[in-house]
């Protein structure tokens, strides 16, 4: 039987974008072909710095066709997620070392519409995920340690990503990757089982768009 190619997903990461143009950028990726917006949520606390919030991503919502994907870097994410659903965002995941009730939670994504994902940090072992690998719609795993954009990438992820790969086994669950990701090793992170790119310098750091999602997607766009 001929093996189905799924298309890689490309997400830039808006907090690499010029924020003093934030619209232009959303809707000059748009144009370049990028599938779904990520955006850093980020509280001060769980991670050391302050993103975006709501009023943002409302505003956002506003002039894009693009899905939202929210990232939740915070301690308290329950308490938010009906105000995500209500400012436009359609995928939205939280850390698993954050969320001590992570069923109650995944399902409370769900029932406001959005797709469920979990996100680990690089120091957490995979094993974390393994009682709620059937309640996400995908698993986003940090190649940095979060709380600031434009870092390298920690050796030794591709590896990662292919033992969660085995775990996921014939599950409908993708891995959403973030950190790091750039053209030069896009291709090795699709191969380790990857199907979503977050895409931040790599991407907004470049002057063509639209010529780099290409590179991005190599032979699966």
């Known amino acids: 039987m001929k093996q189905i190619k799924h298309r890689t997903l490309i997400a830039p990461s808006l907090l690499a974008a010029d924020l003093t143009n934030l619209r232009t950028e959303v809707e000059k990726v748009e144009d370049a072909g990028a599938d779904v917006l990520h955006v850093d949520v980020m509280d001060g606390h769980f991670v050391p710095n302050l993103t975006f919030g709501l009023p943002v991503i409302a505003a956002i919502k506003k002039y894009t ?13 329950d308490a938010y997620i009906d105000a995500y659903a209500k400012a436009g965002c359609s995928w939205l995941s939280v850390h698993v070392e954050a969320c001590p009730h992570l069923h109650r939670t995944t399902q409370h994504i769900r029932q406001n519409g959005m797709k469920a994902g979990v996100a680990i940090n690089p120091g957490t072992p ?53 950190g790091g990701i750039k053209a030069s090793n896009a291709k090795e992170a699709v191969a380790a089982g990857a199907e979503i790119l977050v895409v931040g310098t790599g991407l907004f750091g470049e002057k063509d768009y639209l010529a780099t999602v290409k590179k991005l997607r190599g032979d699966n766009g």
């Not at 939202?68 to 870097?73: G, S």
């Not at 085995?166 to 891995?175: L, Y």
């Open 65 to 77: 066709g693009l899905p939202i994907d929210a990232h939740l870097m915070i301690t308290n994410a």
């Open 126 to 178: 995979l094993g974390a995920l393994d009682a709620i690998l059937d309640h996400v719609d995908f698993i986003l795993v940090m190649t940095v340690n979060p709380g600031f954009g434009g870092q390298n990438f920690i050796a030794g992820s591709w590896e990662r990503i292919a033992e969660l790969k085995k775990k996921i086994g014939d599950r409908p669950v993708k891995i959403e990757v973030d």
